[in-house]
């Protein structure tokens, strides 16, 4: 039988919840970020037409 000598310290453990809680967190803003992509992807959600902006139009910008 092999006998492992292991200490794992305090700040090892904060350290591995640390780099847990940042991987979800990235994990996260990156579904945010492609969500509405992917919705497209899956079929879920159609494109939405682009409507004007509202101060274009009252400026008299609009190339209509």
């Given at each position: 039988?092999?006998?492992?000598?292991?200490?794992?310290?305090?700040?090892?453990?904060?350290?591995?919840?640390?780099?847990?809680?940042?991987?979800l967190a990235a994990v996260a803003v990156t579904a945010k970020l492609?969500?509405?992509?992917?919705?497209?992807?899956?079929?879920?959600?159609?494109?939405?037409?682009?409507?004007?902006?509202?101060?274009?139009?009252?400026?008299?910008?609009?190339?209509?």
């Amino acid at each position: 039988m092999t006998i492992v000598l292991a200490y794992l310290d305090p700040g090892s453990g904060s350290m591995i919840l640390q780099i847990i809680a940042g991987g979800l967190a990235a994990v996260a803003v990156t579904a945010k970020l492609y969500w509405r992509r992917l919705m497209k992807f899956l079929r879920i959600r159609k494109d939405e037409p682009e409507t004007a902006n509202p101060a274009d139009t009252a400026r008299g910008t609009d190339s209509g």
